[in-house]
Each structure stands twice: as C-alpha cells, then as structure tokens.
C-alpha cells in the first residue's frame, strides 16, 4: 500500500517538478543541455504572429467549412461512416490544411502518460503545430484553488498564466467563461478541448513532454495575441478564455512552433522552462 502511494507520489513529482520554481533554480546547472536561453523578451518568437494567424486561419476555415460534414443529407454512404464521430473529419481537415496530422497517444517516456505524436503527414520547421489550452489569468488573478496538484499551468514570461487542466475546478471554471463571454448565437471559444476529441486538433499542446539528454526538443512554446481583426465566427475553435470579463487585453494564446522538420512517428518534445538574458 506505501509502495503503490509513493509511486503516485513520485510519478505526480516527475510531471509538477519543472513548473516548481525552487526546484528549477536548484536544477539549472543540472539541466544545462536541455534549456532554452533567448537573449531577451522581443526574441524569444521563433515565428512572426502574422505567420501564426495565417497557419491557425487556413485550419479553423477548413474547419468552418466541413462543419456541415455531420449533417449533410446528400453525403455518399462512406462520407456518413467517416463523419460518424467527427473526428476523421477534423483530422482529415487538419492534414488537407497544414499538411500533417498530430494525436495525443501514450508517450515513450517511462511515468510520463500521455504524449502528442505526429500521426501523419511531415511538419516543416516554423510551423504552428500545437496549441496549449486552457483559463487566462492575469499576474495579479487568483489562482490559488486551482493550481493545487495541477501540473498543467503554464506561465508566460510577464507572469500571465494559463490552466491547461482538462479537470476538476479548471474544467468548471473555463465552461462558465466561455458561456459568459458568448455573443448571441456566436461562441468566443472553444470547450471541446476538455473532451477526448477535440474540435480543434491543435488544442493538446498541455500534453506535450519536456525533453532530456536523450529526447531533445523538437517544438517550442510561443506566446501569440489574437489580433482585433481575427473573424468573429472562426474564435469558436479557440481553445482559450479569460477569467476575468474585465480584461481589456487582447486574448492571450501560447502555442507551440516546430524547431525543426518533424515526420510521422516521432513524439513531440518541447522545453519546460525558457532562460531569458
């Protein structure tokens, strides 16, 4: 019984440690091989944000557009069995649009559960590849309750953080956001994203592996701005949400970049913690 607790212990530990920011301070020389250093906020984009908007807008329109996949009364008998679910179409969306396919499936890594896995396809290097989901909290919002025993909080280099926790009080909190910000008949975001199949295949970028001497990073985290102009009817596949109404900023987005060209079969691996000079 002690073994079996512990062992959920250390497994949690293994997953939270590299968000615990006495633990990294402690562990830098350590892991030394495997940071990430930019030499200040301004280069820490490996793509410019027009680029992003154009990669997310090519899949959220062919998305928009194969919407009536499901509901169609004219579609052949094997257009029906594929868009049974749903879910071939949105992966079928995803590989006409972006040119490969990416799926959440159990990682290579010992004690690390789940991973995300190019499934098909070739992705080039600088293309926007995943999305890390979840509740926007300003620096100065509580977060207290829902960031205990959750490894899933990311933060930003000026203190915004998001809660990729597809569980418990985040799932709840970021369901009563999106119901209070929707627009009459249009949604702002996206829930799907807590479900096993979400609607927007890019929105698992929560599960992404942190790499090692072994498994080195072949994405990375970057943060991105919804632009003012970005089309009411595509933020429905957004997979993030403010917390509080009041925020004025712009809608923040972190989403993961390809460091290279990455094919069909590999894990993706990103960095945990990025030293800025």
């Known amino acids: 019984m002690f073994k079996s607790v512990l062992s959920r212990v250390q497994s949690k530990w293994k997953s939270y440690r590299h968000r615990f920011v006495p633990w990294i301070v402690l562990n830098l020389s350590k892991n030394e091989k495997t940071l990430r250093k930019v030499s200040g906020r301004s280069h820490d984009k490996l793509v410019p944000d027009d680029e992003v908007t154009n990669n997310l807008l090519r899949l959220f329109w062919f998305l928009h557009g194969r919407k009536s996949c499901q509901t169609s009364s004219v579609l052949s008998s094997n257009d029906h069995e594929e868009c049974r679910t749903g879910e071939a179409c949105v992966h079928d969306a ?9 799926h959440r499936m159990p990682s290579t890594l010992p004690f690390a559960g789940t991973g995300v896995f190019v499934t098909r396809g070739v992705v080039p290097k600088g293309a926007t590849i995943a999305m890390y989901p979840g509740t926007i909290y300003q620096a100065y919002e509580p977060i207290l309750l829902q960031s205990i025993c959750n490894p899933f909080v990311f933060r930003c280099i000026d203190g915004v953080l998001v809660d990729g926790n597809d ?4 799932k709840m909190v970021f369901r009563s956001c999106s119901a209070r910000d929707r627009l009459g008949p249009f949604l702002t975001s996206d829930t799907s994203w807590l479900t096993a199949n979400p609607l927007n295949p ?3 970028g929560q599960y992404v592996n942190n790499c090692s001497n072994e498994k080195s990073a072949n994405v990375c985290y970057q943060e991105y701005e919804v632009p003012s102009h970005f089309p009411l ?3 429905q596949y957004l997979p993030n949400v403010n917390y509080s109404q009041e925020t004025q900023k712009p809608l923040r987005c972190v989403v993961l970049v390809s460091l290279r060209e990455i094919e069909a079969g590999e ?3 990103s960095n945990y913690f990025t030293i800025v000079h």
Not at 94 to 102: D, H, P, T, Y
């Open 267 to 269: 894990e993706l691996f």
């Open 94 to 102: 995803m590989l006409r649009s972006l040119g490969f396919c990416i």
């Open 167 to 170: 569980k418990g009080i985040s």
């Open 202 to 204: 890019l929105a698992v």
């Open 233 to 235: 009817e595509l933020r």
